[in-house]
T-cell receptor, first 114, second 110 residues
Framework: DSGVTQTPKHLITATGQRVTLRCSPR?????VYWYQQSLDQGLQFLIH???????AKGNILERFSAQQFPDLHSELNLSSLELGDSALYFC?????????????FGPGTRLTVL | AQRVTQPEKLLSVFKGAPVELKCNYS??????LFWYVQYSRQRLQLLLR??SRESIKGFTADLNKGETSFHLKKPFAQEEDSAMYYC????????????FGKGTRLSVIA
């Protein structure tokens, strides 16, 4: 599958814990975006990386951080987890700006914080 | 700031009836508008973008800058159109990430 992949598919953890979500973009795509989808907030942009560098930040909490590695995969780190962090976390990739609007989404990671 | 509003959470129509999914936006720059769709158990995927002026799966959308709207339309709904539809906004430069509306669930009743 040459599409966007995300691992794990599901993650159940407890409050106060730390987790890492992983994303591999499509082959050739340099941009990676992270979005959080919760029931009442819809898709919220978190952060954008392009070729290893942070390009834009959205509504990302200080407890959250991300990075993009030289092989272009990206990780989203969520720490000191709270119940409200339970959501679907999507990764998307695109070739590069200015085609940022054409994004290819991964299947998402469903995080449940108990 | 960019904002996308989809006023309907759920829209139910009968098969063969016309469909219109509403989207309004707020943006001071030069907007580029998109519709993304998520079918059951599938990934979110691009349906159409206004600059392409295409008709995809019978859907069209016209950007109305005066009314700041980008409504999605289809003359005759099919059962396979049932899905979650998201309107999204970026800048024509492509240098701003997509901002999504909260989505409208379309249910086509046989």
């Amino acid at each position: 599958d040459s599409g966007v992949t995300q691992t794990p598919k599901h993650l159940i953890t407890a409050t106060g814990q730390r987790v890492t979500l992983r994303c591999s973009p499509r082959s050739g795509d340099l941009s990676v975006y992270w979005y959080q989808q919760s029931l009442d907030q819809g898709l919220q942009f978190l952060i954008h990386y392009y070729n290893g560098e942070e390009r834009a930040k959205g509504n990302i909490l200080e407890r959250f951080s991300a990075q993009q590695f030289p092989d272009l995969h990206s990780e989203l780190n969520l720490s000191s987890l709270e119940l409200g962090d339970s959501a679907l976390y999507f990764c998307a990739s695109s070739v590069a700006p200015p085609l940022a609007g054409v994004m290819y989404f991964g299947p998402g990671t469903r995080l449940t914080v108990l | 700031a960019q904002r996308v509003t989809q006023p309907e959470k759920l829209l139910s129509v009968f098969k063969g009836a016309p469909v219109e999914l509403k989207c309004n936006y707020s943006y001071s720059g030069s907007p580029e508008l998109f519709w993304y769709v998520q079918y059951s158990r599938q990934r979110l995927q691009l349906l159409l973008r206004h600059i392409s002026r295409e008709s995809i799966k019978g859907f069209t959308a016209d950007l109305n800058k005066g009314e700041t709207s980008f409504h999605l339309k289809k003359p005759f709904a099919q059962e396979e159109d049932s899905a979650m539809y998201y309107c999204a906004l970026s800048d024509v430069s492509g240098n701003t990430p997509l901002v999504f509306g909260k989505g409208t669930r379309l249910s086509v009743i046989a």
